[in-house]
Protein backbone atom coordinates (compact mmCIF):
# COMPACT_ATOMS: atom_id res chain seq x y z
CA UNK A 1 0.00 0.00 0.00
CA UNK A 2 1.20 3.38 -1.12
CA UNK A 3 1.02 6.35 1.31
CA UNK A 4 -1.60 7.49 -1.65
CA UNK A 5 -3.50 4.34 -0.71
CA UNK A 6 -3.69 5.31 2.76
CA UNK A 7 -5.61 8.59 2.42
CA UNK A 8 -9.01 8.95 2.29
CA UNK A 9 -10.47 9.51 -1.19
CA UNK A 10 -11.97 12.78 -0.28
CA UNK A 11 -8.28 14.16 0.19
CA UNK A 12 -5.52 15.00 -2.54
CA UNK A 13 -2.27 14.63 -1.93
CA UNK A 14 -0.88 17.23 -4.97
CA UNK A 15 2.74 16.48 -4.65
CA UNK A 16 4.47 13.69 -2.53
CA UNK A 17 6.65 17.14 -0.29
CA UNK A 18 3.33 18.45 0.17
CA UNK A 19 2.39 19.32 4.23
CA UNK A 20 -1.17 19.67 3.61
CA UNK A 21 -3.47 17.77 1.57
CA UNK A 22 -6.76 19.71 -0.42
CA UNK A 23 -10.57 18.66 0.47
CA UNK A 24 -11.81 17.13 -2.97
CA UNK A 25 -15.54 16.44 -0.96
CA UNK A 26 -16.69 18.32 1.44
CA UNK A 27 -16.69 16.79 4.79
CA UNK A 28 -18.97 17.28 7.88
CA UNK A 29 -17.83 17.95 11.57
CA UNK A 30 -17.48 15.22 13.63
CA UNK A 31 -16.12 12.62 10.55
CA UNK A 32 -12.97 10.47 9.97
CA UNK A 33 -10.40 11.08 7.85
CA UNK A 34 -7.59 8.73 7.18
CA UNK A 35 -3.87 10.81 6.03
CA UNK A 36 -1.32 8.97 4.84
CA UNK A 37 -2.91 5.77 7.38
CA UNK A 38 -3.26 7.58 10.47
CA UNK A 39 -7.19 8.50 10.94
CA UNK A 40 -7.98 11.96 12.32
CA UNK A 41 -11.58 13.13 13.52
CA UNK A 42 -12.94 16.54 12.15
CA UNK A 43 -13.78 18.86 14.75
CA UNK A 44 -15.43 21.12 12.30
CA UNK A 45 -16.73 21.25 8.47
CA UNK A 46 -14.43 20.79 6.01
CA UNK A 47 -15.29 23.11 2.57
CA UNK A 48 -14.32 21.90 -0.99
CA UNK A 49 -10.30 23.37 -1.67
CA UNK A 50 -9.47 23.67 1.73
CA UNK A 51 -6.76 22.45 3.69
CA UNK A 52 -5.55 19.80 6.32
CA UNK A 53 -2.22 19.10 7.72
CA UNK A 54 -1.13 15.82 6.37
CA UNK A 55 1.09 16.09 9.56
CA UNK A 56 2.22 18.01 12.80
CA UNK A 57 3.06 21.19 11.46
CA UNK A 58 5.66 23.25 13.91
CA UNK A 59 4.87 27.38 14.28
CA UNK A 60 7.26 29.18 11.19
CA UNK A 61 7.37 25.84 9.40
CA UNK A 62 6.52 27.05 5.81
CA UNK A 63 2.96 25.43 4.65
CA UNK A 64 4.21 23.24 1.16
CA UNK A 65 1.24 22.91 -1.23
CA UNK A 66 1.84 21.25 -5.07
CA UNK A 67 5.58 21.08 -3.96
CA UNK A 68 5.95 25.13 -3.28
CA UNK A 69 5.83 27.46 -0.23
CA UNK A 70 2.95 29.18 0.15
CA UNK A 71 2.39 30.44 3.84
CA UNK A 72 4.28 30.41 7.63
CA UNK A 73 2.58 28.28 10.38
CA UNK A 74 2.15 31.50 12.65
CA UNK A 75 1.17 28.69 15.36
CA UNK A 76 1.69 24.82 15.73
CA UNK A 77 -0.82 23.29 13.72
CA UNK A 78 -1.79 19.29 14.83
CA UNK A 79 -1.91 16.55 12.26
CA UNK A 80 -5.38 16.60 10.28
CA UNK A 81 -6.02 20.05 11.32
CA UNK A 82 -7.22 22.83 9.06
CA UNK A 83 -4.76 24.79 7.75
CA UNK A 84 -6.35 28.10 6.48
CA UNK A 85 -6.06 31.94 7.51
CA UNK A 86 -6.44 31.23 11.09
CA UNK A 87 -2.94 29.40 11.48
CA UNK A 88 -0.77 30.63 8.47
CA UNK A 89 -0.05 33.71 6.93
CA UNK A 90 0.72 34.42 3.39
CA UNK A 91 4.10 33.35 2.14
CA UNK A 92 3.11 35.65 -1.28
CA UNK A 93 5.16 38.66 -2.64
CA UNK A 94 3.78 41.68 0.03
CA UNK A 95 0.91 43.38 -0.87
CA UNK A 96 0.61 46.91 -1.93
CA UNK A 97 -0.39 47.95 1.97
CA UNK A 98 2.43 46.03 3.17
CA UNK A 99 4.16 48.09 1.17
CA UNK A 100 3.01 51.43 2.10
CA UNK A 101 3.11 50.71 5.69
CA UNK A 102 7.04 50.07 5.18
CA UNK A 103 6.99 53.21 3.56
CA UNK A 104 7.32 52.40 -0.08
CA UNK A 105 6.67 54.32 -1.94
CA UNK A 106 6.02 52.28 -5.45
Known sequence: ?????ATDPRLI????DDNI?????????????LIDGAIHAL??????GFKL?????????????HGARIGIA?????AGAL????????????STETLAKAGDPS
Open 1 to 5: MTRAD
Open 13 to 16: LLDE
Open 21 to 33: VAVARPIKAGENV
Open 43 to 48: DAEVGL
Open 53 to 65: ARRAIAADEPIVK
Open 74 to 78: TTAIA
Open 83 to 94: VHTHNVRSAYLP
